[in-house]
């Protein structure tokens, strides 16, 4: 049995410990904050055995040497964004496969918001861990990447079974709801999300994990390839579309 633990780190961050009730391990999924990983394991009783990195950036593997130091664990991380992190024992790329106990979990490319961008997926718990690659109702800004490389990754993301709980890293929701509502302003299954999403946030509740069907409808990035998306944003083309959404959510 797979349990997740989620935590706030940082100042919009999510920490997740993903444990294995079988075997005893614990992954970190990304080390934002060292301390309040460690702190959160504690107190939870679990032993830190593993770190999978999805990218480089510090708010996802500033903890590594810390938590590895202490702990003896080892770290897994993406072979393209390799250079930039500390503490690595097994480089990664899309199509290997990284286990907890005897559970697998299927590391796929999601390049674009950095190059090497990765993310988990665990099909027998139909939970994927992806990073900053997409967020409920957006996706991250394309730092390093082309347009045709982070479409190539949102539809790897689409591909994976409705049901899929997908674990974002950043608690950014209310905003991608507002530019999801200016993008796609007809759709009534996003109007009504965004306003559960409100309603969550007032209550100062966590909007991830999300399902992946949901966004399926509702994320305007996912929807690049939709007839309607197209025609409002880039003419028939899911690539230029993509691309047109992503300058409009960076200039929104």
Same mark, same amino acid.
């Given at each position: 049995?797979?349990?997740?633990?989620?935590?706030?780190?940082?100042?919009?961050?999510?920490?997740?410990?993903?444990?294995?009730?079988?075997?005893?391990?614990?992954?970190?999924?990304?080390?934002?904050?060292?301390?309040?990983?460690?702190?959160?394991?504690?107190?939870?009783?679990?032993?830190?055995?593993?770190?999978?990195?999805?990218?480089?950036?510090?708010?996802?593997?500033?903890?590594?040497? $810390?938590?590895? %130091?202490?702990? /003896?664990?080892? @770290?897994? !991380?993406?072979?393209?964004?390799?250079?930039?992190?500390?503490?690595? *024992?097994?480089?990664?790329?899309?199509?290997?496969?990284?286990?907890?106990?005897?559970?697998?979990?299927?590391?796929?490319?999601?390049?674009?918001?950095?190059?090497?961008?990765?993310?988990?997926?665990?099909?027998? $718990?139909?939970? %994927?861990?992806? /990073?900053?690659? @997409?967020? !409920?109702?957006?996706?991250?800004?394309?730092?390093?990447?082309?347009? *045709?490389?982070?479409?190539?990754?949102?539809?790897?993301?689409?591909?994976?079974?409705?049901?899929?709980?997908?674990?974002?890293?950043?608690?950014?929701?209310?905003?991608?709801?507002?530019?999801?509502?200016?993008?796609?302003?007809?759709?009534?299954?996003?109007?009504?999300?965004?306003?559960?999403?409100?309603?969550?946030?007032?209550?100062?509740?966590?909007?991830?994990?999300?399902?992946?069907?949901?966004?399926?409808?509702?994320?305007?990035?996912?929807?690049?390839?939709?007839?309607?998306?197209?025609?409002?944003?880039?003419?028939?083309?899911?690539?230029?579309?993509?691309?047109?959404?992503?300058?409009?959510?960076?200039?929104?």
């Amino acid at each position: 049995m797979i349990e997740v633990h989620q935590f706030p780190c940082l100042s919009d961050n999510y920490g997740y410990l993903l444990h294995d009730t079988d075997s005893e391990e614990t992954v970190c999924i990304d080390t934002p904050d060292a301390d309040t990983y460690m702190r959160e394991a504690a107190n939870k009783g679990w032993q830190i055995t593993q770190i999978w990195n999805t990218h480089w950036h510090p708010d996802h593997a500033g903890g590594n040497e $810390a938590i590895k %130091a202490a702990t /003896g664990c080892t @770290v897994t !991380a993406p072979e393209v964004d390799a250079p930039k992190i500390a503490g690595i *024992d097994r480089k990664v790329k899309g199509g290997d496969v990284v286990m907890i106990g005897n559970v697998d979990a299927h590391v796929i490319d999601v390049g674009g918001h950095t190059m090497g961008h990765i993310a988990f997926y665990l099909p027998d $718990a139909e939970m %994927a861990f992806v /990073g900053d690659s @997409v967020f !409920a109702l957006g996706c991250g800004r394309m730092f390093e990447g082309t347009a *045709d490389q982070f479409w190539a990754s949102l539809k790897r993301i689409k591909a994976l079974p409705g049901p899929t709980m997908l674990y974002c890293a950043h608690e950014y929701t209310a905003a991608n709801a507002e530019f999801a509502l200016h993008a796609d302003p007809d759709n009534t299954t996003l109007a009504q999300y965004a306003n559960d999403i409100a309603k969550r946030r007032a209550a100062h509740q966590p909007t991830v994990p999300t399902k992946l069907e949901l966004e399926l409808a509702t994320n305007p990035f996912l929807r690049a390839d939709d007839p309607a998306m197209q025609a409002r944003w880039g003419g028939g083309d899911a690539i230029a579309t993509f691309a047109a959404l992503r300058s409009a959510k960076d200039n929104f």
